[in-house]
């Protein structure tokens, strides 16, 4: 009688073992899937981070080469409107229409980089506001995969010890990884500086 009932609390146990193992491989693949999914997403979003950020960097140098130009432009205006005042009086008619010609030619460009460079700087600081959102989201995907990978690692160990209580340890960050990898996916505007701080 001592035997049927050990064989029958054995068999009790394995079942439930092999229940909670089933459990742990189920939540272990539906979590690898997203993290997976994710990382196609973060890897996506990493080139357009790198793409962004070298428009930003190519920009800001051309706004920075129009300011020189802008500058030689305003230099060479202010050199050629000296000389106009100084020898107004004895230059030919002809040579201070020619004076006043690259006077006017260098003051329309001086105006022309301006414009020039607002454009830039604008476009620029589009580029930079780009990089910046993408940056969000790419934190988001990271905070998901360090708290998935976490998860799997509990759900590891709550297999080999077979202690449930660690399956809520592991399901708290499977909710955090699926809701910021969802946060990444449909770009929420959600952005934990406190721990991106923290793991950066």
């Known amino acids: 009688m ?3 009932s050990d064989s029958i609390g054995e068999a009790v ?3 439930s073992e092999s229940r909670l193992h089933g459990w742990i491989a189920l939540l272990v693949a539906i979590t690898a899937t997203f993290m997976a999914l994710s990382g196609v997403k973060a890897g996506n979003l990493g080139q357009g981070m ?3 950020q070298a428009q930003m960097v190519n920009s800001w140098s051309y706004f920075q080469a129009k300011s020189t130009k802008q500058n030689l432009a305003e230099a060479t205006l202010v050199q050629l409107q000296v000389q106009r005042a100084v020898a107004a009086t004895t230059m030919t008619p002809e040579a201070l229409a020619a004076l006043d010609k690259q006077i006017a030619k260098y003051d ?10 607002n454009e830039i700087k604008t476009q620029a ?5 780009e ?9 988001q995907f990271d905070l998901s995969d360090a ?4 998860a799997i690692a509990l759900f590891g160990v709550t297999a080999l010890t077979k202690k449930r209580w660690l399956m809520v340890f592991a399901m708290a960050f499977v909710a ?3 809701f910021f990898g969802l946060a990444g996916f449909f770009r929420w505007n959600i952005h934990p500086e406190a721990l991106t701080s923290l793991l950066g």
């Open 50 to 52: 790198a793409e962004a």
């Open 131 to 139: 990089y910046q959102t993408l940056n969000v989201h790419d934190d």
């Open 147 to 150: 708290a998935l990978s976490v």
């Open 176 to 178: 955090f990884g699926f």
């Open 108 to 117: 329309a460009n001086v105006k022309r980089y301006e414009t020039e460079k």
């Open 2 to 4: 001592s035997d049927l």
């Open 125 to 129: 600081e589009g580029y930079q506001k």
């Open 13 to 15: 146990e394995q079942a």
